[in-house]
């Protein structure tokens, strides 16, 4: 007390006279301004330092600075005041409580005091703060609680940031502590965070009406047991509530900001008594009691609002299920129809309201926590709301089994599907449309010991609001379970024919889709030996067994499936054995099938890649022969256009493509016909040449070298042409008559008998040569005898060659060395007798003639008319050129200008060319140098000629492929009727192959 005593005299004399700095050098001047800026922080010595100041700056205007000394001098009167009462206060030990507000006052009057005034102030709260703050802690903590169990939620929030009696509120305690010990960054941020718990307060006081008057609303509709309302209000319960939880959860946040602070600040906060724990506290309340705090003050309201609902809803669920219990009773359980409309209607209801009010307890779900979620806390409602909808699932599920079981007892024997079976097995919920609810029932009801087997169980969890129809559920399960056993092995009889039906149908569709994939891509053991030519579609075979396989894989589970379905029948396993046998059968062939599908797939897709390849090479060939022909390159155009319709052909027998094949063949043909048109003006032209070449060989007597020339022709002419050139024809016959005069005059080379007539011809020699010798020595009997020899020797030659030049000129000269009157008696009926015979029509005679008169020129050219006799029988065969006579001649130019004339008319009318081609060969016959005649003739071949068919279609290609098979298998027949076939097509009568297989082939019949 004594200590109080020297304080306060010290502050007396202290505060009885002002306190003036002493002055400064250059003191920078001094403003009202600065002095009244003092005043309004309570910086009151400093204010009177400056108004020291400013007297000595400007003595003129004390009056203003006058009035500012008394305004302050009025303030620490009143401070002294407070402050005297705080003395006396202290010195008597009074309420600590009473003494701290004194000090918060005297704080609130002057900021900074003389240091006396501050060590007295200072001393007095040290020893009041601690217990004052933790008193007015207590009570607002408590208050609030107060307010919440009266239900004054928005009082009780507000109650935070007021305070009554000049007492600090919430936010006040130890705060201006805090701005001194701590810096400034700490202070800004937590007066952000206040300012912030403000707004929030004022956001939920507004918010709090709207969510009392949407619960209101709802609960109103549930006493009125309507339902549909009840929802609809219910979802604007939801957005209040939702925007009540996002406000609320601010004060979680700005509690945990505040923890934040007070970790980062540790080392400074050393015990809780402080104004960062005490806020904290304030906002997030004490570990102690959730109800504490502005988060509890906000949990209060949220809790008892929503425990209000679920009250409501509770109700509801609780008078449903005693009604669901009331409406079933053993006798009439199973009455047809057993649809217990009464139980169903309350057991829906009490399920929606199960549902509603687990809608109701996830509202706590917003609602943020350090645990993560109030939910937490009301978990078990949630589980038990969550176990009395399954549990009532349980009992649906009971008088669905009960329905279906009163169905079945009275007509089960018509339990059949209308749908096809595949249908119904594809889909499992079409299927168990059928099957389930009747085989769910069985297995439910069936000893308890299916898929219901935990009624019992189910009937001691349901909770207080569902127990009455839980219990009611387990009285009746034996009753279930019995009449369930008087129709399972009927019931699974039936699913098990159903899925067996289902299952082979399947099947069958699966083969026939097999066997159409396999009908696109038909192989050689497939295709009899009439069907070589089966076309293949390895595109739509893919496409089948793709879509096979898809159909497959989404049906192959389904097996399994249906399987693990009759497994389920258990006791009723013999009532089902033959229907999975048989599915156990169908699932072995469906591997067998898809092993099949592996197999056509690869050969499909093979296929399509050498088609393709093919085809690529197909192109090429044929872009190679359109090159080759644009320069005149006719052997390397049509060898690449053969080539490209192999390449087409190889593509479409591996690869069906009607487009393809339709495009490939009019392209081919066309270029062909543009080979042959543009080449047969090349070929008549040389054709023409070898023509005249042959014709002034063969009258130059060179019959071999205008028959080569002829041959060269004829295979010229054939390169663009089908039909014979009929001048070549005459020409050949000219030339084969000229031939046939020659034939067995000479012995070739390459005749088997060469080497022997060579032999014997030279030993006629030697003995010829002997002969004369002796005959010149006058021995003419030993002559005779070898000469004999001789003529031996060549009657064996003449046996097999009558007409050997050589050995016919050496008999005349035997003939003629032995009597030579005789030889001239024969020489001269030997000439008669050829003048006779060359006009014989026997051929033979007439080479005899003609020969003869040969061999007799080479002995006795001199005979007279012997020569002219050749000439004679020369022009008589064709083998020399005949004069051509005035009448001829002239017939011959009139006949070439009447040619003319109508090739002139003729354009492209065939009937005309062959008009004008006719009698162009008329004067041609007259006159072989008629060069208007051979004019005529070329333009002829030109306009009509070039018709030979380089390629033939795709399809007539495999035609005559398969003919040329059968021939080469001697199946002549059969080899004619597909050239008959092939010849029936005017086109392909300008085809060479086929002409000369026609040939062959009739040869063969």
Not at 189 to 218: H, P, W, Y
Not at 365 to 371: S, V
Not at 473 to 489: H, P, T, Y
Request: aromatic residues 8%; charged residues 25%; neutral net charge.
């Amino acid at each position: 007390m004594k200590r109080f005593g020297i304080i306060l005299a010290s502050s007396i004399i202290c505060f009885s006279q002002p306190v003036f700095a002493a002055r400064a050098p250059r003191v920078p001047p001094v403003t009202l301004k600065q002095i009244d800026e003092q005043i309004r922080l309570n910086n009151y010595s400093e204010a009177l330092r400056l108004c020291s100041e400013y007297c000595k700056q400007k003595p003129d205007n004390f009056d203003s600075v006058k009035i500012r000394i008394d305004k302050i001098m009025a303030i620490r009167k009143r401070y002294n005041s407070v402050e005297g009462k705080l003395i006396d206060s202290s010195i008597k030990g009074e309420d600590a409580d009473k003494n701290y507000q004194m000090v918060l006052e005297l704080e609130k009057i002057e900021k900074n005091p003389s240091i006396i005034h501050s060590a007295i102030r200072s001393e007095i709260k040290n020893l009041n703060q601690f217990k004052a703050c933790q008193k007015r802690f207590q009570e607002i903590i408590n208050g609030a609680l107060e307010l919440c169990q009266a239900e004054k939620y928005s009082e009780a929030l507000e109650s935070f940031r007021t305070a009554e009696a000049e007492k600090q509120n919430a936010f006040e305690i130890y705060h201006e502590d805090f701005i001194e010990e701590f810096d400034a960054e700490t202070v800004k941020k937590t007066d952000s965070i206040i300012g912030r718990t403000n707004l929030t307060i004022s956001a939920l006081q507004s918010i709090m009406l709207e969510c009392q008057n949407s619960v209101n609303v709802f609960c109103g509709d549930i006493e009125k047991d309507s339902f549909v309302e009840a929802k609809n209000s219910f979802v604007n319960v939801q957005n209040c509530f939702k925007r009540y939880s996002d406000k609320r959860n601010e004060f979680f946040d700005q509690g945990y900001e505040l923890l934040a602070l007070i970790e980062e600040n540790k080392s400074q906060i050393v015990t809780d008594a402080g104004y960062l724990p005490f806020v904290s506290k304030f906002i997030l309340g004490l570990e102690s009691n959730s109800e504490s705090g502005l988060l509890g003050a906000a949990d209060s309201f949220f809790v008892r609002k929503t425990e209000d609902m679920k009250k409501k809803v509770d109700e509801k669920i609780l008078a449903n299920s005693k009604l669901i219990s009331m409406d079933l009773d053993k006798e009439n359980l199973f009455k047809y129809p057993a649809n217990h409309t009464q139980s169903r209607t309350s057991l829906a209801k009490c399920t929606d309201y199960l549902n509603l009010a687990l809608n109701v307890n996830n509202l706590y779900d917003n609602l943020k926590t350090e645990t993560g979620s109030l939910a937490d806390n009301f978990k078990e409602y949630s589980d038990n709301t969550l176990a009395d909808i399954e549990s009532l699932k349980s009992i649906a599920a009971l008088l669905d089994g009960v329905k279906l079981i009163s169905k079945e007892m009275n007509k089960y024997e018509n339990f059949q599907t209308k749908e096809d079976a595949r249908f119904v097995f594809r889909n499992v919920k079409l299927s168990d449309s059928y099957t389930v609810p009747v085989l769910n029932a069985v297995k439910q009801l069936d000893n308890i010991g299916f898929q219901y087997s935990s009624v019992q169980n189910l009937s001691m969890v349901f909770s207080a609001n569902t127990k009455p129809a839980g219990d009611k559920a387990f009285e009746l399960v034996a009753d279930i379970v019995e009449q369930a056993k008087n129709a399972g092995g009927d019931l699974w009889n039936i699913v098990g024919s159903l899925y067996k039906n289902g299952s082979s149908e399947l099947l069958d569709e699966y083969k026939n889709q097999l066997a159409k994939a396999q009908g696109y891509l038909p192989s050689l053991d497939q295709a009899g030996e009439d069907d070589e030519g089966l076309k293949q579609y390895p595109g739509l075979c893919l496409q089948t067994i793709q879509g096979l396989s898809k159909l497959i894989s989404s049906d192959e589970k389904l097996f399994k499936t249906y399987l693990n379905k009759l497994d389920a029948a258990e006791s009723y396993s013999s009532f089902v054995q033959e229907s999975s046998k048989s599915i156990s059968n169908d699932i072995k062939e469906i591997a067998a099938i898809k092993k099949s599908i592996q197999e056509l797939e690869q050969r499909a897709q093979s296929q399509q890649t050498k088609s393709k390849v093919a085809r690529n090479e197909a192109e090429l060939r044929f872009n190679q022969a359109k090159q080759a022909l644009a320069k005149e390159n006719f052997d390397l155009a049509r060898a690449s256009l053969l080539k490209a319709r192999e390449k087409y052909t190889e593509s479409l027998s591996l690869n069906e493509d009607e487009s393809l094949r339709k495009k490939s063949d009019q392209e081919l043909i066309a270029l062909g016909r543009s080979i042959a048109t543009q080449e047969n003006e090349i070929v008549v032209r040389d054709v023409r040449n070898l023509k005249n070449k042959a014709r002034n060989e063969y009258y130059a007597g060179n019959f071999d070298g205008a028959d080569v020339l002829i041959t060269q022709a004829e295979t010229r002419w054939s390169v663009t042409n089908v039909n014979d050139d009929a001048e070549l024809q005459n020409l050949r016959a000219m030339v084969n008559t000229a031939l046939s005069m020659k034939t067995g005059r000479v012995i070739p080379a390459s005749a088997p008998l060469y080497p022997e007539m060579s032999q014997i011809l030279s030993l006629a020699n030697q003995y010829f040569s002997e002969g004369q010798k002796l005959m010149r020595q006058g021995n003419r009997e030993e002559a005779s005898v070898i000469l004999a020899q001789a003529t031996q020797k060549l009657n064996e030659l003449k046996l097999v060659y009558p007409l050997h030049q050589e050995a016919s000129l050496l008999s005349l000269k035997i003939d003629q060395l032995l009597d030579k009157q005789a030889f001239n008696k024969m020489f001269a009926q030997k000439v008669a007798n050829a003048r006779s015979n060359y006009k014989s029509s026997d051929s033979l005679l007439k080479q005899t003639a003609y020969s003869e008169l040969v061999d007799l020129y080479e002995i006795n050219p001199d005979y007279p008319g012997l020569k002219d006799l050749i000439y004679d029988v020369e022009i008589e065969l064709g083998m020399r050129k005949k004069p051509v006579d005035d009448s001829s001649l002239k017939k011959s130019q009139q006949l070439s200008v009447q040619a003319k004339k109508i090739l002139a008319s003729a354009g492209r009318d065939s009937i005309k060319l062959q008009q004008a081609k006719e009698l162009a060969l008329q004067a041609l016959e007259l006159n072989s140098d008629n060069t208007v005649a051979v004019m005529v003739l070329d333009e002829v071949a030109l306009k009509s000629g070039g018709q030979a068919a380089v390629v033939l279609s795709s399809e007539d290609e495999l035609l005559y492929q398969k003919a040329v098979k059968e021939l080469n298998k001697n199946n002549i027949i059969g080899a004619n009727t597909i050239v008959q076939q092939l010849l029936a097509k005017k086109s392909n009568r300008q085809s060479a192959k086929i002409l000369e297989l026609q040939k062959k082939v009739e040869s063969a019949l």
